[in-house]
């Protein structure tokens, strides 16, 4: 079965240091993997998808990943964090190439602090 | 990116009521789309897939009876709760993927609180 973990509850990082989400995988086959951002009771808005290609992903709001398939990891990055940033972060894998249906990590709360 | 709706955004209900939640994907067609719950401070959870013009999907767990869902068309779903209790207070989020890119869309969830 397909998962992805998301080993910290929370980040912290000082506003305009580079921050790092981690997520890492298990699937049977190729991973189609996608960061999302929750803000406090909001949905969930696409950050940045891996399918295929580039190892490094660049996605919305200065975010970008790298795939790593040698760790089995999907880290989310960002050069300098911004206050802003501060929200819930899930990662998530597809469960199949045929299906369009997503499995979710736990969840990473990163705090930006001024 | 595209855009889902969900409405309403909020809603507080008295206990034995139905509640009737509706998601919509504005700028495309989705033949499939997806409910979730969520309890604070925790993951998603699928609570099932809806499917246009066929019966819903439900997983482990989810009582079908109670949750009702209707794709009504390829823009539009409905989640109803029927008899609503206490304990199914919480945020409920759904989703639908966009063939031209590939990639699941959120609405912005519904807050139930049911009294």
């Known amino acids: 079965a397909q998962s992805v973990a998301q080993p910290e509850d929370q980040v912290n990082v000082a506003e305009g240091n580079p921050l790092t989400v981690k997520c890492t995988y298990s699937?049977?086959?190729?991973?189609?993997l996608f960061w999302y951002v929750q803000y406090p009771n909001r949905g969930l808005q696409f950050l940045l998808k891996?399918?295929?290609?580039?190892?490094l992903v660049k996605g919305s709001y200065g975010f970008e990943a790298e795939f790593n398939k040698s760790q089995t990891s999907f880290h989310l990055k960002k050069p300098s964090a911004l206050v802003s940033d501060s929200a819930l972060y899930f990662c998530a894998v597809r469960d199949g190439w045929n299906t369009d249906k997503l499995i979710f990590g736990t969840g990473t709360r990163l705090q930006v602090f001024p | 990116g595209a855009v889902v709706s969900q409405h309403p955004s909020w809603v507080i209900c008295k206990s034995g009521t139905s509640v009737k939640i509706e998601c919509r994907s504005l700028?495309?067609?989705?033949?499939?789309m997806f409910w979730y719950r969520q309890f604070p401070k925790q993951s998603l959870m699928l609570m099932a897939t809806s499917n246009e013009g066929s019966k819903a999907t439900y997983e482990q767990g989810v009582e079908k009876d109670k949750f009702l869902i209707n794709h009504a068309s390829l823009t539009l779903s409905t989640l109803t709760v029927t008899s609503a209790h206490p304990e199914d207070s919480s945020f409920y989020i759904c989703s639908a993927p966009s063939e031209s890119t590939d990639t699941q869309y959120f609405g912005p969830g519904t807050r139930l609180t049911v009294l």
């Open positions: 699937v049977s086959g190729n991973p189609y």
């Open positions: 700028d495309f067609q989705a033949t499939t």
């Open positions: 891996y399918i295929t290609g580039d190892n």
